[in-house]
């Protein structure tokens, strides 16, 4: 049987059928590592372009980066509170998922994009605190509609600015570059 | 053929498609990203990113410790001691640290057995009707609690009993005795409070003050107080029991005596140093001879002799405790040991002995049930007097002696419970209408002990109940409302935090506590600010002892049930106590003198155990006249040979997976033997030791000690 | 290329963070190692694991027995952690550099994703206080709504120890940084000290001599343990009296 | 080497001795055969002495020199340059960042493996090796027989032949490059 | 002896050739259709029964358990604290032993021309080889993220994070690279010429398969020195890295701060215990091979068994005197810790385990060895390999997990129970058995043109009336 089947596979057709499952195998893989790179789905396409070009700061949404380690998300009810009333968001099927979770009081998904592994402890206070802009890591937010990650958040990328960022002082290079800033 | 073959080739090719999709379908964006909800509104003490803080009070043992709660995006984080809260100073036992554990344990009761709650209310509303007040009972936690002013007025204007408080704590820590002899010597009740910080020699008569006992916070403070005090030298610590407790471990001399001879001890000491101070006996030591004394307690006279050497030329302060008092004479050892302080004088002094003080909204001195009032109760049910049995807060079918009979009066009345998990007593409700957990709910509760100032400790919900419960205290209210007439009337509330209101008024404006407020809702904020109010007068009572080195001590001696040949004596896990068995980290605690953990072990002196032929990890079934326990066999070096010991939190039939069936429980040991101020003789029973098998390997007891490098077994012996 | 400069031995020799035990007070009541767990998100094992050996405990009370009944006593509780060695043994076998020394803060880290579990730094540690991922040890929902998210949740086939809870360290730097001043002394403490109902535990900076620890540690009654070794302890015990 | 190739042939003398392989090839030699025209094949180890040859040129310890040399410069890379090259210092104890001892160790370790492995890659390389094109060679010659290779004029190949048959040759062909 | 007369110079001869292999030479054709026969040899269903079961433990207690060690965690070994380091370290100690037999047979021997090791160089080489194999698996069961095992090459990655160099752990890593691709080209360059022979000897697949072993080896002046050339630089270089790989897991040891593992002595100690069992194991995979495989009995004779069994006579002495040297001065140095360890060793629950490893490693080995008719006979010499090997299992058994049961903190001590490991290091020895089964089948197991080479070298020669062998070098 399986001889046949060696046997079969020599012939033109199965050589073109093997040929077609190896493709198939390879573009499945590299489908495969595409799709892990691909932005996940949000419940709403929220413009960040349209709320950063009326000139909301982002610290007004993301207040938390400026105290501590997570900027968050803003409270649907903090979204509700200017949408509800501006008459022509206030009824927009596009804001129709908001509105539901509001007046359902169920929460929206969101998923964060801009993510670091549970092993690193990233803190945004001390980095806004050193004078750096929030577009500087995360993309100019009045270019996209959608959050995305501009970034490779690798160590390479934390480092390279750290040890940029810290000169010719030893003490802070030594502070920036310590395993135990960020892995503990 | 090759048609077969191809058609076999597709249907690998088919299969091999499945499972190439259902490895795609892992490799979307969900296997890097995590969904975050937010909040619906922020509430507006919260900041994203940052922690919370709520204060609070531990519930995990009645003593009302001062809690900060660390929550983090609605989740409660941990617990940490409030540093402003006068009894624990920002300190916590293992036990408060490990509350979480039963707040997000995966067995709690996840809602109403009714189904609804407004059935579950309409149920205890109908019970309220159904039955006459006097066939209505309620019974409690230890804990002096807001619940317990309710129920106690609800009692009061309905006629129905008036509710009792118990815990196995209570139990062994025999307040009532300790109240009794109070009473007996001092001429007024209360629970005696030891300032162990300032004494410069403690002699602790049984008493387990570093473990469980009254206020383990403060008098653990007070220890390292009597340690390292800067003014003073080091306090010296002796210790009178028959087995080394945890706080045994810390004294510098520790004296095994036979059980229930410890008053009598305490009175040759006192008869011996009042022979060398005055030359001659005073009235209260006069009933005793030290030569027989010492004879009788199992030391020498040469010990008793050093003891009041030590003690003539210094104030010593005597505590009574522990399995001391859970002797048939337990109130004579009290009064005994209480009477020996008044040789050092030190009543109402710094290093003496006080009555503790009362808290801020309480009238008078109110103690838990003893186990004789539960005997009555149990009667009453039994006798079908009671009808309707409410329990909040404690788990009679396990924290009663079995002996009682507790579980078998049950069948007589429709039980009502409000246990937050899911534990034996709960098991056999007819209605469980779960509480919150103590994290999640309102409430004040009273210090009863362990710091000079009254306190009124707060709680206040850290985090959002996370499943479907309602707090006992609005269950009760919306059932005496939907009960009306006098039920309702009794309790005139909108609910919980109107009840606390209320009850607090008094307070509302009085400037001699730790903050002061001119109306209730800045003092309700304030209250919960601090959690709790705390009034800055020292009010610890001193105690009148004039009369008593005048007044003969009885000496009565023990009597001890059943024909064994091992004194019992049952001692409360340090690390578990009566309800921490369900919760993981408690159990992984090393007990702090076995170091064992999971398990229930019955303590024997290595030569008597040798003896016996039972070694490490053997199974030993302990029978009383009341009952039998089994029990892997721990040679423990520091207890006496005539006397074996079991520590009480295992033995759980129910309460969640990591306490069901797990150990065994010494209390079903206990007889039905009270001394007489009502306390049971819990340690008044001889036990026979039999071995069921031999120890297996891995299937002893876990250890956090090796038994090679601590004991040097299996190590081959001496060197050569 | 970066050539740091070398680190004096000094610096090793005092540390900068530092502890010091007084087992005289140590009453062996495991609030410290609750409180640890709790904070850590230190997994429990089970029964049959811990009795084999294979606790988590990042820190763990040790007793001893003296003499023969009734003159029987027990040695006073001495709590064990990870000592914060200037001169750590397990550092320099590590092959993949997962357990190094902080330039920054003096301390032993352990670097929980660059472990691959060889275990010989557990195996080179004196104290053994090292504690490994021996399984996937899972706590069932929800008790993992009470894990800390200021620490790594460490997974199967890691090594992890005591850390000083260095999670503290770094918010009591955050907020002083923040604040524009220095870490006082007594701001922050680690889980086990803030714990501890006798007060036998104190932490702090034993490189600035007016701290309570400094004080504490340079009293000259407290011993290192193993200081034999010279390992350079960080821990100070105080025994009796 | 002005004749033209087409007249060159290959012959292929077997031997059952070193003895008369060695004879036949002095003999050639003195018939004009040039040395780098006679090639000697043989089932076990026959050095140029042997045959009165000079010895086959090799590189091998040379290459394993060199090997040696790449392998001590590799392990100093590792050892003196590696920690020094993290983009942040990371220290070990109170060990240097460079160790003597340790770099010792990984020194030897390095230099070893690079000498071995390049006496290893010298034998493919001098040797041609792996090397599966069609070449001229007998079974015979695993047998022990030894096989004596001689490129000639085809004008000369009688000559040649008779000469090595005389010899003690057992056979004389001429050789056929085959698939081995 | 007597009676036999001095002078009766065939039958001296005679014996002579049935003794030794060098002085009984036959045609190389013949020698080369032997090895042939003996690899082409249809395997008789005792072959296939073995090879089943062998096949079935390595597929079930390696691999499988493999996965659930992998899948489960290092809990399911019995590994704990103090025990951090179980059997998986201990066998893969004892594979590496096992490993260095080979090539201190083929490259020593080869340095000092012992001749007798002609017949049997590959035989150990193989052991050399499939002995690192399951060293290596070893390490990479004992790691608890064995899927990241690559971290401990050094290689330039994204964040150029270099291995340890101060570890042992990278020491060995480097050494056991070093030692597993030196040797397994060691054992390759020898075979090239071997398996030009099958080549020429076979057809079908295998013909494919030689083919492309041999790499076009003719046999020409040129490829016999290169080879020669190379052979002899290896045999050279291989010595002192063979040395220094045992060294360097000696230091795992004797590099950390456990009580009796700090010691001087443990390099040198370890090395010639790593003789002893590879000594041992060489001698019963020689006794397997004999008794099993056709036409090895010309091979392989009594004189090898003779010679190994001399060697291992010679290196039991050595351990024990070195065991007795580490044990006294670890004992008389007096550290309290260590003192205790060494008794515990004794006297403890596995002291049965310290004198076994007494009895086999040393006294069975002189009461028997010293005999040579007993050492010459396959059967008497295998039991004691067997012995030897399990003695020196133990051993390691007893520095691995039975010491650092004692350490300097006594609240910790534990004895390790195994678990998980005993499968699978049953399944390591299964997969090293399985793999000499398929080389056998695969690849000639005798160097014939080392032997012919040999055989071409000796020769009788007279001294007076005494008529005695003289072996001349022909390089």
Request: charged share 20%.
């Amino acid at each position: 049987m399986i001889q046949k089947f060696f046997n079969w596979l020599k012939q033109p057709l199965g050589l073109i059928a093997s040929g077609i499952v190896f493709l198939a195998l390879v573009s499945a893989v590299v489908y495969g590592i595409w799709r892990t790179q691909q932005a996940p789905e949000q419940p709403i396409q929220f413009p960040h372009k349209t709320h950063v070009n009326f000139g909301i700061q982002c610290l007004y949404c993301h207040p938390g980066a400026a105290r501590g380690p997570a900027a968050g998300i803003p409270s649907q009810a903090k979204c509700w509170a200017c949408h509800n009333q501006i008459v022509k968001t206030r009824d927009s099927a596009l804001l129709a998922p908001l509105k539901d979770a509001v007046l359902s009081g169920k929460s929206l998904e969101w998923v964060p994009v801009a993510i670091v592994p549970d092993f690193v402890h990233f803190n945004h206070r001390p980095h806004i605190a050193a004078g750096k802009n929030c577009e500087e890591c995360h993309g100019d937010m009045t270019k996209v509609t959608v959050a995305q990650n501009p970034q490779d958040m690798t160590m390479g990328w934390c480092l390279n600015c750290h040890i940029k960022n810290a000169g010719d002082d030893q003490e802070k290079l030594v502070k920036l570059t310590d395993c135990g800033t960020c892995h503990y | 053929m090759s048609e077969q073959v191809s058609r076999r080739d597709f249907l690998k090719l088919a299969g091999l498609g499945a499972a190439t999709t259902a490895i795609l379908t892992g490799c979307g964006p969900a296997s890097r990203y995590v969904k975050r909800e937010p909040y619906q509104q922020m509430p507006e003490y919260n900041l994203v990113g940052q922690s919370t803080y709520y204060a609070t009070t531990c519930r995990e043992c009645a003593a009302g410790c001062g809690l900060v709660v660390r929550t983090y995006q609605g989740r409660a984080i941990k617990t940490e001691g409030n540093a402003h809260h006068p009894l624990n100073l920002g300190k916590t036992c293992a036990r408060g640290q490990a509350t979480l554990h039963g707040l997000y344990n995966p067995d709690r009761v996840q809602g109403p057995s009714t189904g609804s709650w407004d059935a579950g209310i309409q149920a205890v509303a109908d019970a309220f009707k159904k039955y006459k007040p006097s066939e209505i009972a309620f019974l409690m936690g230890m804990t002096p609690d807001h619940l317990y002013d309710l129920v106690s007025d609800l009692a009061q204007s309905t006629g129905m009993n008036a509710p009792l408080r118990y815990g196995a704590l209570g139990m062994f820590e025999s307040r009532a005795t300790l109240s009794k002899a109070a009473e007996n010597v001092f001429g007024q009740a209360g629970l005696p409070w030891f300032d162990v910080g300032k004494a410069q020699i403690v002699f602790s008569f049984g008493a387990n003050f570093l473990e469980t006992w009254l206020s383990p916070l403060a008098y653990t403070r007070g220890f390292a107080g009597l340690r390292e005090k800067e003014t003073k030298l080091r306090g010296t610590f002796v210790q009178f029991e028959s087995r080394m407790s945890a706080t045994g471990a810390k004294a510098d001399k520790w004296i095994p005596i036979r059980p229930g001879t410890e008053g009598l001890v305490a009175l040759a000491i006192g008869r011996l140093v009042s022979e060398i101070r005055s030359g001659a006996a005073l009235p209260a030591f006069a009933n005793v001879d030290p030569a027989q004394v010492a004879d009788e307690a199992g030391i020498k006279l040469a010990t008793l002799e050093e003891l009041a050497s030590m003690f003539v030329n210094s104030n010593v302060l005597a505590i009574p405790g522990g399995a001391a008092l859970g002797q048939t004479n337990g109130l004579e050892i009290a009064e005994a040991v209480l009477t020996l302080n008044a040789l050092s004088n030190n009543f109402g002094k710094p290093g003496g002995v006080y009555l503790s003080a009362l808290a801020p909204n309480q009238e008078g001195t109110s103690r838990p049930a003893s186990p004789i009032e539960m005997y009555d109760l149990v009667e009453k049910m039994k006798s079908g007097a009671i009808k309707a049995l409410f329990v909040h807060g404690v788990n009679p079918i396990f924290e009663l002696p079995k002996t009682l009979g507790f579980e078998a009066a049950l069948a007589n009345v429709e039980l009502y419970s409000f246990a937050t998990f899911p534990d034996e007593t709960a098991a056999k409700a007819k209605y469980l209408l779960p509480d919150h957990h103590s994290l999640e709910s309102w409430g004040y509760q009273r210090v009863a002990t362990g710091v000079a100032l009254p306190v009124l400790s707060g709680s206040q919900p850290v985090v959002s109940p996370y499943y479907d419960t309602r707090a006992t205290a609005d269950v009760l209210i919306a059932a005496a409302q939907a009960a009306g007439g006098k039920f309702a009337s009794a309790l005139p509330y909108k609910d919980e935090v109107d009840f606390i209101q209320n009850k607090v008024a008094s307070l509302v404006g009085d400037a001699s506590g730790s903050f002061s407020a001119s109306d209730t809702a800045t003092f309700m904020a304030r209250f919960q600010q601090y959690g709790g109010w705390f009034r800055n007068v020292e009010s610890l009572i001193v105690p009148d002892a004039s009369k008593a080195l005048y007044n003969p001590v009885k000496t009565t001696k023990p009597s001890f049930a059943g024909n064994g040949e091992f004194f019992f004596v049952p001692f409360v896990s340090p690390t578990l106590a009566e309800a921490g068995a369900n919760k993981p980290w408690l159990q992984e605690l090393p007990d702090p003198t076995t170091t064992v953990m999971w398990n229930t072990w019955v303590e024997i002196n290595p030569d008597m155990a040798k003896e016996l032929g039972l070694a490490n990890d053997d199974r030993v079934r302990i029978t009383s006249e009341a009952g039998s326990v089994e029990a892997f066999v721990y040679l423990y070096p520091a207890i006496r040979p005539d006397t074996v010991a079991m520590p009480f939190g295992q033995g759980h039939t129910a309460y969640g997976r990591y306490a069901e069936n797990r150990g065994a429980n010494p209390a079903d040991l206990f007889g039905a033997y009270y001394n007489d101020a009502g306390d049971l003789a819990f340690a008044g029973m001889k036990v026979k030791i039999e071995k069921i098998s031999h120890a297996v390997k891995n299937g002893g007891l876990s250890r956090m000690e090796s038994l090679m490098g601590v004991y040097g077994e299996g190590l081959g012996g001496e060197e050569h | 290329m970066i050539r740091p400069d070398e680190v004096k031995m000094s610096v090793e020799e005092t540390g900068k963070w530092g502890m010091t035990i007084n087992q005289d007070v140590c009453t062996g009541c495991q609030a410290c190692v609750a409180a640890c767990a709790m904070e850590n998100n230190i997994s429990f094992v089970g029964e049959e694991d811990s009795g084999y050996g294979r606790s988590m405990h990042w820190i763990r009370i040790e007793r001893f027995w003296e003499g023969e009944y009734p003159d029987v006593r027990m040695t006073p509780q001495q709590p064990m952690m990870c000592q914060q060695c200037g001169h750590a043994t397990c550092e320099p076998v590590c092959p993949a550099f997962a357990t190094v020394h902080s330039q920054a803060e003096q301390l032993n880290l352990q670097v929980y994703n660059r472990c691959v579990g060889t275990r010989y730094c557990a195996n080179n540690c004196p104290y053994q206080v090292r504690a490994f991922n021996w399984r996937d040890y899972q706590r069932p929902e929800p008790l993992s709504n009470q894990l800390n998210p200021d620490v790594t949740v460490r997974r199967m086939g890691v090594m992890e120890k005591c850390t000083f809870c260095i999670q503290r360290i770094h918010r009591a730097q955050d907020t002083a940084k923040s604040e524009g001043r220095e870490v006082m002394d007594g701001e922050f403490t680690t889980a086990c000290a803030q714990a501890c109902p006798a007060d036998a535990i104190v932490f702090g900076r034993v490189d600035k001599p007016e701290t309570l620890v400094a004080q504490i540690t340079n009293n000259g009654r407290g011993t290192k343990h193993l200081a034999e070794l010279g390992t350079l302890p960080h821990v100070t015990y105080f025994k009796e009296g | 080497m002005t004749e033209t190739k087409q007249k060159e042939v290959d012959l292929l003398a077997l031997f059952s001795d070193v003895a008369p392989a060695a004879d036949a090839v002095e003999q050639l030699r003195l018939v004009g055969v040039r040395d780098d025209e006679i090639n000697v094949l043989s089932g076990v180890p026959v050095t140029g002495a042997m045959l009165g040859r000079e010895p086959h040129p090799t590189n091998v310890p040379k290459i394993a020199m060199g090997g040696a040399i790449l392998g001590f410069l590799t392990g100093a890379f590792l050892t003196f340059v590696t920690p020094y090259w993290y983009p942040y210092p990371i220290r070990v104890s109170t060990q240097a960042y460079v160790p003597a001892p340790p770099t010792v160790i990984v020194l030897f370790e390095i230099t070893m493996l690079g000498m071995l492995l390049s006496t290893f890659v010298g034998v493919f390389m001098d040797s041609f090796f792996p090397n599966y094109r069609p070449m001229k060679y007998v079974p015979e010659i695993s047998d022990g027989k030894i096989a004596v290779f001689v490129e000639c004029e085809s004008g000369d190949q009688n000559k040649i032949i008779d000469l090595l048959k005389k010899l003690g040759a057992e056979s004389v062909k001429p050789a056929e490059a085959q698939h081995l | 002896m007597a009676d036999k007369k001095p002078h009766d110079e065939h039958s001296h001869e005679e014996e002579m050739r049935k003794k030794h292999l060098m002085l009984d030479p036959l045609p190389r054709g013949k020698m080369n259709e032997m090895v042939m026969e003996a690899m082409l040899e249809k395997p008789t269903w005792k072959f296939w029964v073995v090879f089943l079961v062998l096949s079935f433990i390595v597929a079930y207690c390696l691999f499988y358990k493999w996965y659930v060690l992998i899948t489960k965690g290092q809990g399911e070994a019995g590994v704990m604290r103090p025990d951090y380091w179980g059997i998986f370290l201990v066998n893969t100690v004892f594979w590496i032993g096992i490993s260095h037999a080979g090539t201190f047979i083929s490259a020593i021997l080869r340095v000092f021309k012992a001749e007798f090791r002609r017949p049997f160089t590959r035989i150990a080489e193989l052991m050399t080889t499939f002995g690192l194999v399951q060293a290596g698996f070893s390490v990479l069961m004992h790691m608890g993220r064995t899927w990241l095992f690559y971290w401990l090459i050094p290689y330039p990655n994204q964040r150029m994070l270099w291995p340890n160099l101060h570890s042992p752990l990278t020491w060995d890593l480097l050494a056991i690279t070093t030692y597993l691709l030196s040797s397994t080209m060691y054992l390759f360059l020898p075979l090239i010429p071997d398996v030009a022979m099958a080549r020429d000897r076979s057809t079908g697949w295998r013909k494919k398969f030689y083919r492309v072993l041999a790499l076009g080896f003719r046999g020409t002046e040129g490829e016999w020195r290169h080879l020669h050339n190379a052979m002899n630089i290896f045999a050279f270089a291989i010595i002192p890295v063979m040395f220094s790989v045992h060294t360097i897991v000696s230091w795992d040891f004797a590099a950390a701060t456990r009580p009796g593992w700090s010691s001087t002595i443990y390099g040198p100690y370890f090395i010639v215990g790593a003789l002893h069992s590879g000594m041992g194991a060489a001698a019963v995979v020689l006794a397997v091979v004999q008794g099993t495989m056709k036409n090895m009995k010309y091979f392989v004779r009594g004189e090898h068994f003779d010679a190994i069994g001399k060697l291992m006579l010679i290196i039991s002495m050595s351990w024990a005197y070195f065991y007795f040297n580490d044990y006294i001065v670890q004992w008389y140095g007096g550290d309290k810790w260590t003192r205790i360890m060494l008794h515990f060793h004794e006297a403890g629950p596995l002291g049965w385990m310290w004198f076994t490893m007494l009895i086999v490693n040393i006294a069975i080995p002189w009461a028997v060895l010293w005999n040579a008719k007993w050492r010459s006979n396959p059967w008497i010499i295998s039991v004691v390999g067997i012995g030897i090997n399990v003695g020196m299992w133990f051993e390691r058994y007893l520095i691995v997990p039975v010491s650092v049961a004692i350490n300097r903190m006594p609240f910790t001590w534990r004895l390790y129970q195994p678990g998980i490991e005993v499968p699978m290091g049953i399944g390591t020895l299964a997969l090293f058995i399985l793999l000499y089964m398929m080389a056998s089948k695969l690849i000639p197991f005798i160097p014939v043109w080392e032997v012919q080479e040999g055989q071409l070298a000796h020769e009788f020669k007279k001294f007076g009336r005494e008529t005695v062998v003289s072996v001349s070098e022909l390089e």
